[in-house]
């Protein structure tokens, strides 16, 4: 079992900037390929970004191409999303999310999920 516990949401202006953690325990976090997904009252959760398990892929929403950067540290069990320029629709809970075969985005194929962390963005 994986657990995944995010960290580093809170309320900003547009245009700043934010750096989301995911801390993950239960398992090697070397075999885990992380993504990132939101979801926005009453919207559908989304994908962000996703990263393999060794770094050397990333994918990207078309939304956040650009301004979003995915990165880990296997040496500290952690993933992060740094966001930048950031926009009132930004505005969701950001979720962390973990699968030892599936690094793709669609949110169904995650085994593992964290619990959220919520961003707001005002203009």
């Known amino acids: 079992q994986v657990q995944l516990v995010e960290s580093g949401g809170g309320l900003l202006q547009a245009g700043g900037s934010l750096r989301l953690s995911c801390a993950a325990s239960?398992?090697?976090?070397?075999?885990?390929?992380m993504g990132w997904f939101r979801q926005a009252p009453g919207a559908e959760r989304e994908f962000v970004a996703t990263i393999l398990w060794s770094g050397g892929i990333t994918n990207y929403a078309d939304s956040v191409k650009g301004r979003f950067t995915i990165s880990r540290d296997n040496a500290k069990n952690t993933v992060y999303l740094q966001m930048n320029s950031l926009k009132p629709e930004d505005t969701a809970v950001y979720y962390c999310a973990a699968d030892t075969n599936y690094y793709g985005r669609r949110s169904v194929e995650y085994d593992y999920w964290g619990q959220g962390t919520q961003v707001t963005v005002s203009s």
């Open positions: 239960g398992r090697t976090f070397s075999s885990l390929h």
